[in-house]
Structure formats: structure tokens, C-alpha cells
């Protein structure tokens, strides 16, 4: 049984049965939706989509804190050692590597990736991504990150038939619920976790639009609430 916490926005942990953890785009301090009083009592890997602060702001500060491993494209974990974290796995779209019992697929994402420096400077991030997770057991999930739909989305589905995706539904910043449910067409999860909406007002997305565009294909439209673990 694997253990999925939304932290609000795109961030989320990821526990295995085992106790390891995963945290996916972190941002804390600053995000509105994060759960007050949330602790991390463990982080052994963090996954970055890209460099936009409201995916990395918390970082570089929880990989200090955990001794994580940080995995991102190539630029983003140059980033991060140049603050200080140590343990970087960078990778590039359509490598794989093991982040401990999980195997980990970069993919492609369509957006942009420029950090913000402490000074409001721009550095170069890279580019976006998304994951796939293939866990012990031999299910699989998809983190889109932050990205508009893209045809190659079929090809994730054809190639790794993901059972669980996590999709942006927000809108303005990613794609809204008419191109999500495209999204899911093409990738054919038999459950989706909504993420990176109700954060601010402009997101104007919801989960119950996205589901209302799906009938028919079977998918399951699983609506979390910040804070509260479920279980897959």
C-alpha cells in the first residue's frame, strides 16, 4: 500500500510501505494550501518538474534538512548544488534511474523552467518534465508536472499505461479541465489526482469540470484534500 499526501498546489508526499518517502515539487513556505503543522519526518527523494518556485521553493531547504537525493533535469539539480545540496541525481527526458524502490522515467512536459533567484534574477532551468513512477509492485503513476496537453501524452500511455495520473487542471499556468480530460483520453488511468488548482484565485480549473469531460472512458477523477493521506 502506497500512502499519498497532497500538500496543496503541485506538492506531494509519496510514502512506501517500506517508511521511504518521495516529495514531489515542494513548495512550503508560501503556499497557501500547505496543511499548517505538516511535518516531514522523513524525505529520502525529491522530484522537481522544473524550476518555477512554486515547484522548488522548498527544495533546496528540505533536501539540507533530510540529506535527500535530488532528482530534476540537468539544470535544476546544478541549481541546487550551487546551494548547498549535496546528493543531485540529474537526468534528462527519457532516461531512468532508481530513487530506492522506485524506478524513475523522465518525460516531456510543455512549459517553461527559468529559477528565480533570491535577487528577482532569471537563471536558465532546463526544461520542464514530468515523471513516471514504477513501484515494486509494478504499478505505475504519472506526475505531469506543470505542462500544457501534448499529443505524446498517447505514447506515455501506450509505452508505460500509468494507473494513477496526477494532472494539472488548474488553468491560466497549465492546461485547464477541457485539455486535461484530453490528457486522459490518451493516457487511460484508471484514477486521476487533480493538482495545481484553487491556489489562487486566476486558477480557475476544477476537479468537477475535469470530471464531467470523462465519461465514458472509465477513469476516476479522485479529488484530495491537503493534508489528508489516502491510500493506493
Known sequence: MITITWLGHSTFEIRLESGETLVLDPWIEGNPKFPAGHRFARVDTILASHGHGDHIGGLVALAKAHQSKVIGIYEVCLFAKSRGVDNIAPMNKGG??????????????????????????????????????????????????????FSEMALIGEIYKPELCFLPVGDLFTMGPEEAAAAVRMLKPRKVIPMHWGTFPVLTGRPEQLAGRIGGTGAEVWTLEPGHPVQW
Open 96 to 149: 531512468s534511474q532508481q530513487a530506492g524502490g522506485v524506478k524513475v522515467t523522465m518525460t516531456h512536459a510543455l512549459h517553461s523552467s527559468g529559477i528565480e533567484d533570491e535577487h528577482g534574477n532569471v537563471m536558465y532551468g532546463g526544461d520542464p518534465a514530468g515523471y513516471v513512477l514504477e513501484f515494486s509492485d509494478g504499478r505505475r503513476a504519472y506526475f505531469a508536472g506543470d505542462t500544457a496537453v
